[in-house]
């Protein structure tokens, strides 16, 4: 097992090390998100024995029972699930990074229960790029009003934009959804805004995103392997 991730972590760094020059970007400029959810702790320790620092999960008590069971190895926790508004205090207590934030009001509870004393909380704020075909994201025509309320609440810090767009064979839609993302930032940035991320790219198309200017890819079957959703509970 503990061989397995470390081989592919090795794997899939090394896709990204090549997309990262064949674009003529710096090397390290895009960071790798390991996306653990569905896999136990020790799948996350073989992954920091392997030098992988920032993880990604998607369900509220999911994360919990892991971030607790695992604060001596330093993790950098990123929560990229949707949020319902009664468990937003666990992520606001627990992560580094929000990567889907869709509405003001989600926004609003994580900001008043990050703990005094932490860090502001860095967000990504989910945008919907694929129209009618996905539920989750942020509409573009509001992204712009949300971006500015967002930027104004004390304990966040808005950093970029994430998407994920329907799941499609075809490369050339793919690319566009990206483009989409990235124009979506620097048309934020242009209205007086700072953002640098842009969280997009998952196992099978990561290489695609880092063409297109991704900072963040998220990634977890090309690390981890297959998941099983069998054994979840419902709920989140
Ligand atoms: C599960 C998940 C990923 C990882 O997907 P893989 O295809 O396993 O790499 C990335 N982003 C989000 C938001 C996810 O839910």
């Known amino acids: 097992m503990s061989q397995s991730v470390s081989m592919a972590l090795d794997h899939v760094r090394q896709q990204i090390r090549t997309a990262e020059s064949q674009a003529d970007r710096p090397a390290g400029s895009v960071r ?41 190895l330093g993790i950098e926790w990123h929560f990229i699930g949707p949020i319902q508004s009664n468990k937003t205090r666990i992520v606001a207590e627990y992560a580094h990074w929000v990567h889907s934030v869709d509405r003001i009001k989600i926004a609003e509870r994580l900001s008043a229960q990050r703990p005094a004393g932490m860090p502001p909380l860095n967000v990504c704020l989910q945008v919907n790029v694929s129209g009618e075909d996905s539920k989750s994201g942020c509409a573009p025509a509001d992204l712009p009003g949300l971006a500015q ?12 934009l994430m998407c994920i767009p329907e799941p499609t064979p075809d490369s050339d839609l793919l690319a566009a959804r990206f483009r989409t993302l990235r124009s979506l930032r620097d048309e934020l940035n242009g209205r007086g805004l700072a953002l640098e991320e842009l969280s997009m790219g998952m196992s099978s198309d990561m290489v695609l995103a880092v063409q297109q200017g991704a900072t963040m890819v998220r990634v977890g079957t090309a690390i981890f392997g297959a998941r099983d959703y069998s054994h979840r509970q419902i709920g989140n």
């Open 149 to 160: 309320q967002v930027a104004t609440l004390p304990n966040l810090r808005l950093r970029g």
């Open 32 to 72: 790798l998100i390991a996306v653990s959810k569905t896999f136990p702790a020790d799948a996350i320790r073989d992954a920091v024995a392997a030098g992988q620092q920032a993880f990604g999960e998607n369900y509220v008590q999911e994360f919990a029972g892991k971030a607790a069971e695992l604060t001596a």
